[in-house]
């Protein structure tokens, strides 16, 4: 059971180019997350997905696209990353909300980007 | 959304008892309590949560205020592992947005 698992754990980029995180989880949870994470700062919602084939904006969605094409996979794509997108990102999941009063993220190890 | 205040930082000593604080003066009534650690160059991780009563698990106690404008993340015995950034959230029920703050950064000492 690897839990949560973020490819690739470092990139760089240079301003304009585009790419793709990937975020993978074997635990069958309906929801997912993608977070952002600035020095010395909490995190910051991004996107996220209630279920496959649903996607729905947080705190900071703009720069950023995602797909849920699977359950168990969500995709954060940066179409044209810019310096302020220099971050670590993080992914989690979750079950689903309904009927439960709370619902514990799982989170993934985090994938490190700088933006040049 | 409700907010949290937390200490930026506390220090402890290895095996004695930690308390964290939280200050959530304007917490509404179905908003729980959550609390997750960062350990260093990791993801987030669950500790506790609680709506009104106190609540204990195998890794902490959360003692809630009565009035719950406040509440205390309680680690027993401090240990070397249990250096990290505590996040104190208010979370509605079915709310999909976890506001995480700046937290405290708890440093243990040998």
């Known amino acids: 059971n690897a839990g949560v698992t973020q490819t690739p754990k470092f990139r760089v980029l240079k301003t304009g180019q585009s790419m793709t995180l990937l975020c993978a989880q074997d635990m069958n949870h309906e929801y997912m997350y993608w977070y952002r994470q600035d020095p010395g700062m909490g995190l910051r919602l991004i996107h996220y997905s209630v279920g496959e084939g649903t996607t729905a904006k947080g705190e900071v969605p703009d720069g950023y696209n995602v797909s849920r094409l699977k359950k168990q996979n969500f995709l954060l794509g940066l179409e044209s990353a810019a310096p302020s997108q220099t971050s670590v990102y993080f992914c989690?999941?979750?079950?689903?909300?309904?009927?439960?009063?709370?619902?514990?993220?799982?989170f993934g190890p985090g994938t490190r980007l700088t933006v040049l | 959304d409700a907010k949290t205040t937390q200490p930026n930082s506390m220090e402890s000593n290895e095996e004695e008892p930690v308390h964290l604080p939280c200050n959530h003066s304007t917490i509404s009534g179905t908003d729980y309590i959550h609390w997750y650690r960062q350990l260093p160059s990791q993801g987030p991780e669950y500790v506790i949560h609680?709506?009104?009563s106190n609540v204990n698990n195998r890794m902490a106690s959360l003692a809630i205020a009565e009035d719950r404008k406040s509440s205390t993340l309680i680690l027993h015995r401090a240990t070397l592992r249990d250096a990290a950034v505590y996040y104190c959230?208010?979370?509605?029920?079915?709310?999909?947005?976890?506001?995480f703050g700046a937290g405290t950064r708890l440093t243990v000492k040998p």
């Open positions: 959230i208010l979370r509605d029920v079915g709310n999909n947005d976890m506001r």
């Open positions: 989690a999941s979750s079950y689903s909300t309904s009927g439960a009063p709370y619902n514990e993220q799982f």
């Open positions: 609680g709506l009104t």
